[in-house]
Nanobody
Framework: QVQLVESGGRCAQPGGSLTLSCTAYMSMFCLYTMGWYRQAPGKERELVASISSGGSLTYADSVKGRFTISRDNAKNMAYLQMNSLKPEDTAVYSC???????????WGQGTQVTVSS
């Protein structure tokens, strides 16, 4: 019933920019906190950024000033704008939708971002 689909992952050069998109096929999208997570080879999955239903923002220290999360409730979409990319940003990026009050959490299957020369 619920499906989150990421797109936009590709190869990019250091210092370049890339935008990831997440389309949420679900009801009541506006009630969910949307997040982006990433997992690099040999590393644990980490929170990159999140945006609540009210617009509150959180960012990992490693991406502050470089990445921007946003959402468009009319389109049921969330975005991650990534600037000044570094090789260490290479990872699989996954979209997450969460509503603690409703006891619901959903995950997309991820999109690969590779930053190299």
């Amino acid at each position: 019933q619920v499906q989150l689909v990421e797109s936009g992952g590709r190869c990019a050069q250091p210092g370049g920019s890339l935008t990831l998109s997440c389309t949420a096929y679900m009801s009541m999208f506006c009630l969910y906190t949307m997040g982006w997570y990433r997992q690099a080879p040999g590393k644990e999955r980490e929170l990159v950024a999140s945006i609540s239903s009210g617009g509150s923002l959180t960012y990992a220290d490693s991406v502050k000033g470089r990445f921007t999360i946003s959402r468009d409730n009319a389109k049921n979409m969330a975005y991650l704008q990534m600037n000044s990319l570094k090789p260490e940003d290479t990872a699989v990026y996954s979209c997450n939708a969460r509503n603690a009050a409703l006891y619901r959490v959903y995950w997309g299957q991820g999109t690969q971002v590779t930053v190299s020369s």
